[in-house]
């Protein structure tokens, strides 16, 4: 299926949902089918509480869509959330660095990470999260990652209106 095909499905899918749950399917959905994933999650970050928490996930058992955890001043902050820019991890070890559940990571056979900032109006409002075996993400997936972004922008700002954001 071509890249315009799977934004006309995910728009189709967004047009129809009732609520954002559904739009959060879908986006990984179209996750799925453009890169590849196996634990798939998505995050919202308040700059102002300096919380994130899940929003998504597709593997609630092993990563719940609940509670909040506080962000810290690292490596990753600085490269994700301040320079709005993909982080990405194809090793275990580089994994390990930046992510204290590195151990639950690695016990669902995921040893690559790639976390894509959603930026809506100078704010990144949360991160698509997608995990999956050593070596996964190269270039090319990460490149055809940005196609993302904007199904991303979606998903985000439906659960920010869906809480009665502005």
């Known amino acids: 299926m071509s890249a315009e095909?799977?934004?006309?499905?995910?728009?189709?899918?967004a047009g129809n949902a009732t609520d954002v749950s559904e739009v959060?399917?879908?986006?990984?959905?179209?996750?799925q089918a453009r890169i590849g994933v196996k634990l798939?999650?998505?995050m919202t970050f308040d700059r102002e509480s300096r919380l994130?928490?899940?929003s998504y996930t597709?593997?609630?058992?092993?990563y719940p869509s609940s509670g909040?955890?506080?962000?810290?001043?690292?490596?990753?902050?600085?490269?994700?959330?301040?320079?709005?820019?993909?982080?990405?991890?194809?090793?275990?070890e580089s994994i390990a660095a930046v992510f204290d559940d590195h151990e639950l990571i690695q016990s669902l056979g995921c040893e690559s990470v790639l976390n894509v900032p959603?930026?809506?109006?100078?704010?990144?409002?949360?991160?698509i999260n997608c995990l999956h075996e050593a070596g996964f993400y190269t270039p090319d997936k990460v490149a055809a990652a940005e196609i993302l972004k904007?199904?991303?922008?979606?998903?985000?700002l439906m659960e920010k209106l869906s809480k009665g954001g502005q």
């Open 52 to 54: 994130a928490r899940r």
């Open 118 to 127: 959603i930026v809506v109006g100078g704010e990144v409002l949360g991160t």
């Open 68 to 92: 909040t955890k506080p962000v810290g001043s690292d490596h990753w902050t600085s490269h994700v959330l301040d320079g709005r820019n993909s982080f990405v991890a194809n090793d275990i």
């Open 40 to 42: 798939f999650t998505l």
């Open 24 to 31: 959060q399917k879908a986006l990984e959905e179209l996750t």
């Open 5 to 13: 095909d799977m934004i006309i499905e995910f728009t189709e899918a």
């Open 58 to 62: 597709n593997m609630p058992d092993a």
């Open 150 to 156: 904007l199904p991303g922008s979606v998903c985000f």
